[in-house]
């Protein structure tokens, strides 16, 4: 999800609400009721910033989220650095 918002503040607002409607959503399959969830990472990217700058510091901000628990999102700069 790539998008432009007011703050990182309302970035982490509209992820966290993903989140939750993923969360209560169920699927039916097959008459088995399944229940899915959803791990997000975002970065905030700095004027003039391509997305191929961006995309490894989210992709690590996605695995820092799956390795703590998934089911919510992290921002990159919670993460630390690659080294």
């Given at each position: 999800?790539?998008?432009?918002?007011?703050?990182?503040?309302a970035a982490g607002a509209e992820f966290a609400a993903l989140v939750g409607a993923v969360r209560g959503a169920a699927c039916n399959?097959?008459?088995?009721?399944?229940?899915?969830?959803?791990?997000?990472?975002?970065?905030?990217?700095?004027?003039?910033?391509?997305?191929?700058?961006?995309?490894?510091?989210?992709?690590?901000?996605?695995?820092?989220?799956?390795?703590?628990?998934?089911?919510?999102?992290?921002?990159?700069?919670?993460?630390?650095?690659?080294?």
């Open positions: 999800m790539a998008g432009l918002f007011a703050s990182e503040l399959c097959g008459g088995a009721e399944l229940r899915v969830s959803v791990s997000l990472g975002r970065v905030a990217a700095g004027g003039g910033e391509t997305v191929s700058a961006v995309l490894p510091r989210a992709e690590r901000a996605l695995y820092n989220t799956k390795h703590n628990g998934k089911d919510h999102s992290t921002c990159a700069r919670e993460v630390p650095a690659a080294s």
